[in-house]
């Protein structure tokens, strides 16, 4: 059974920082693309983050300011979110795609968590 396991969510000013870990069982993290989304209220869910192929990508909206990192280990991908600002509120979550390099489809994503909350207030 896959499961992908995220936590360090909170509510926070803007400005600070969070921690965001995802723990994953069943598959192997390692040589596979794995990517952080968000989805804030009324909005479609983005990535934000995501090891894809030999390459590190992020959205522009983050570029800067969040770190995607991973232990390949522990089976576990972290972000770190830095400078926080209101707009980054949403649920973030974890997910694992079929292939290496990762694919704009989300469909291609087959595992999800069940996701972590962000708030932060001006």
């Known amino acids: 059974q896959v499961e992908l396991v995220e936590s360090g969510g909170g509510s926070v000013q803007a400005g600070e920082s969070l921690t965001l870990s995802c723990v994953v069982s069943g598959i192997v993290i390692n040589g596979r693309c794995m990517a952080w989304f968000r989805q804030a209220p009324g909005k479609e869910r983005e990535r934000v983050a995501s090891f894809d192929g030999g390459a590190i990508t992020y959205a522009d909206s983050v570029k800067g300011r969040f770190t995607i990192s991973k232990n390949d280990a522990k089976n576990t991908v972290y972000l770190q979110l830095n400078n926080l600002k209101p707009e980054d509120s949403g649920t973030y979550y974890c997910?694992?795609?079929?292939?290496?390099?990762?694919?704009?489809?989300?469909?291609?994503?087959?595992?999800w968590g069940q996701g972590t909350q962000v708030a932060v207030s001006s």
């Open positions: 997910a694992a795609n079929m292939y290496m390099n990762c694919d704009n489809a989300q469909s291609s994503y087959v595992f």
